[in-house]
Nanobody, 123 residues
Framework: QVQLAESGGGLVQAGGSLRLSCAAS????????MGWFRQAPGKEREFVVR????????YYADSVKGRFTISRDNAKNTVYLQMNSLKPEDTAVYYC????????????????WGQGTQVTVSS
């Protein structure tokens, strides 16, 4: 059992920044690949980025490459998403997710999910 809880969402102007956090329960956090997904109204849940258990490897969706940065602190059981140069199209509910193996991009491939945090970017 892994429980995830996102925080840090809010309202920000275009061009601004937000830092999301995802706190995980359990003692095996470092064995999980952690991903961030987002879902805008009327759209399917979309892959944003993932990070390996050690933090050595990352993979970003083209839509956020160069603007978003994922990181993790295994001592704190926490993964972060630093979002810079935000655009209105980044508006969505952002979800943290966990899976045991690398290479997963589809939501159904992830085993554990947080409840999400709302990010709204105004023009």
């Amino acid at each position: 059992q892994v429980q995830l809880a996102e925080s840090g969402g809010g309202l920000v102007q275009a061009g601004g920044s937000l830092r999301l956090s995802c706190a995980a329960s359990g003692r095996t956090f470092s064995t999980y690949v952690m991903g961030w997904f987002r879902q805008a109204p009327g759209k399917e849940r979309e892959f944003v980025v993932r990070i390996s258990g050690s933090g050595a490897a990352t993979y970003y969706a083209d839509s956020v490459k160069g603007r978003f940065t994922i990181s993790r602190d295994n001592a704190k059981n926490t993964v972060y998403l630093q979002m810079n140069s935000l655009k209105p199209e980044d508006t969505a509910v952002y979800y943290c997710a966990a899976v045991k193996s690398w290479g997963k991009t589809r939501p159904y491939e992830y085993d554990y999910w947080g409840q999400g945090t709302q990010v709204t970017v105004s023009s």
